[in-house]
């Protein structure tokens, strides 16, 4: 089982940065890959960007690509979501998720309970 716990999100004006982390417990953090969904008021959850279990692969979705960061740090069992150049867009409840198979196609099974991020323009 693992449990994973959001944190970063806030209120930033258009233009500006969060950095959102989610903290995961459990000792096979390192065998899982990582990502970040999102979801707006009255719209569907979205995928935002994946990490693979080593880290060296990244996949985004194209509206933040370019603009948002995913990295992973396995010492801290921590992943990472470095938003920047954030639009009122960008709005939505950010969540974490989990692949305990580590491996193409990403199937998550475990899912944070969310934090906010509101972008005012």
């Known amino acids: 089982q693992v449990q994973l716990v959001e944190s970063g999100g806030g209120l930033v004006q258009a233009g500006g940065s969060l950095r959102l982390s989610c903290a995961a417990s459990g000792r096979t953090f390192s065998s899982y890959a990582m990502g970040w969904f999102r979801q707006a008021p009255g719209k569907e959850r979205e995928f935002v960007a994946a990490i693979s279990v080593s880290g060296g692969n990244t996949y985004y979705a194209g509206s933040v690509r370019g603009r948002f960061t995913i990295s992973r740090d396995n010492a801290k069992n921590t992943v990472y979501l470095q938003m920047n150049n954030l639009t009122p867009e960008d709005t939505a409840v950010y969540y974490c998720?989990?692949?305990?198979?580590?491996?193409?196609?990403?199937?998550?099974?475990?899912w944070g309970q969310g934090t906010q991020v509101t972008v005012s323009s």
């Open positions: 998720a989990a692949d305990s198979q580590g491996s193409i196609p990403y199937e998550y099974d475990y």
